[in-house]
């Protein structure tokens, strides 16, 4: 089948298997041009494995310090009439360039929010591993199914506190317009933190510990956005921010039930960036076309692979790595300083429909995106024929 981007709203409903093989390429050309310390992790979990920032770690642990990894992720095989997910696409390539290298590589396509899924990676572990030193937790999902209680929970993106009106940007009619935003109610807060927040990180250690499956000194972090006033009213202080919030708890909590292990639980936060979750949010679209407008000026954008990178060498695997008053590792800094921000604020009052493109990256936004799906990449001929039908092995 020939295969063209189909967008919906914020999504593409659909992605090519050669593109997105093309993107990983790419990530572990990249990782392998860096001369990264031999002192990395050997055996890593990557729970959200597939796509954006949890396919960066995984790329990053096995090119750049010869890791095995595990991965679990949540995708959808192809058939004959429909293409898999980006994330299927991706796993499938990672798994081959892995096994070109010799390097170990397996994943769990299913919730990782279930108890199920926990079980068949401590078993697989048990199997093929022995034990983990590193696990990553890079999960980004509208809804969770309590496996206690067999709830199902879902995140909101709304304000706290009272309504916020704002600019934003739509990606499918490709026009900026004001949002008026109406605040969250209590229990959507409180199923936002159920969803996004720290807890499933906390039972996937926990279960992990119990399971004997983790080394002594083992590291864990968990992925955040903390962001500066312009996205805070959407992000920081609004419902996904709450949950983040709760990360900073879970961490300690980690660290504390496995303190005869001795793990080393941290939040990182990271930098905005076109991914499926981020396209998702209202404002960021906006927000991250302007800010990659800005710092590909200052000579400062980094995608997941870059920011992935130096969180290994500089913050995980450093010998004192510095963090934040409140334990975690700070990888943003180069957006939300206080110059960087200046210089976006301007364009975010003055962003309009009539000069948004001229004031923002909107070809780099709208490529990134594109590049997600494995559409728009150089070297891929997207008119030639080519089999949907991918598996892993
Ligand atoms: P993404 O949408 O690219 O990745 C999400 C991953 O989670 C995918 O591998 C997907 O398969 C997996 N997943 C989702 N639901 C699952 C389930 N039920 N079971 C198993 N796997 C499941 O998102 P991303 O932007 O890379 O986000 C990863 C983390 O990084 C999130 O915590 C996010 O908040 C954080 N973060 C993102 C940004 C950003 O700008 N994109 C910035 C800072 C931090």
Same mark, same amino acid.
């Given at each position: ?236 202080? +609004? &419902?996904?921010? *709450?949950? #983040?919030?709760?990360? =900073? ?7 504390? !039930? $496995? %303190? ?78 206080? +110059? &960087?921000?200046? *210089?976006? #604020?301007?364009?975010? =009052? ?7 493109? !001229? $004031? %923002? ?33």
């Amino acid at each position: 089948m020939v295969i063209k981007p189909k967008v919906r709203g914020f999504i593409c409903t659909n992605a090519h298997p050669v593109g997105c093989a093309k993107s990983v390429e790419n990530q572990i050309a990249y990782v392998e041009s860096q001369s990264l310390e031999q002192t990395g992790p050997k055996n890593v979990l990557v729970i959200g494995c597939s796509t954006g920032y949890g396919l960066a770690s995984r790329i990053t642990s096995a090119f750049g310090y010869g890791a095995n990894t595990l991965g679990i992720c949540f995708e959808k095989a192809p058939n004959e009439r429909k293409t898999g997910t980006a994330g299927f696409y991706n796993t499938a390539a990672f798994h081959e360039q892995a096994q070109a290298k010799g390097l170990y590589a397996k994943s769990i396509n299913g919730d990782a929010f279930s108890d199920e899924i926990k079980q068949q990676t401590i078993d697989l572990i048990k199997q093929d591993l022995g034990q983990i030193d590193l696990v990553i937790y890079s999960l980004a999902s509208p809804r969770r199914t309590d496996p206690e209680t067999g709830e199902v929970y879902k995140s909101t993106l709304k304000p706290v506190g009272s309504a916020y009106t704002t600019k934003t940007y739509d990606t499918d009619k490709d026009m900026v317009h004001e949002v008026n935003l109406e605040p969250a109610n209590e229990d959507e807060i409180a199923q936002t933190v159920k969803v996004m927040g720290g807890e499933d990180w906390e039972r996937w250690m926990s279960q992990l510990g119990a399971a004997g499956v983790l080394s002594e000194n083992c590291k864990t972090t968990a992925y955040t956005y903390i962001g500066k006033e312009l996205t805070w009213p959407i992000y920081g202080q +609004a &419902t996904i921010g *709450k949950a #983040k919030e709760d990360l =900073d708890r879970a961490a300690k909590a980690i660290m504390s !039930e $496995l %303190s005869s292990l001795a793990v080393q639980a941290n939040v990182s936060s990271l930098k905005a960036l076109v991914t499926q979750a981020s396209s998702a949010i209202p404002v960021m679209p906006l927000y991250i076309s302007l800010i990659y407008k800005v710092m590909k000026q200052e000579g400062t954008h980094q995608g997941c692979i870059e920011q992935i990178v130096g969180l290994f060498d500089q913050r995980l695997y450093a010998a004192s790595p510095p963090t934040d008053d409140m334990n975690r590792y700070r990888m943003d800094g180069i957006e939300t300083n206080e +110059a &960087t921000q200046a *210089k976006i #604020k301007v364009l975010w =009052d003055k962003v309009s429909q009539d000069n948004f493109h !001229e $004031l %923002s990256d909107y070809a780099g936004y709208h490529s990134d995106f594109l590049n997600l799906f494995g559409f728009a990449f150089e070297g891929v001929d997207y008119e030639v024929d080519v089999d949907p039908i991918v598996h892993w092995s």
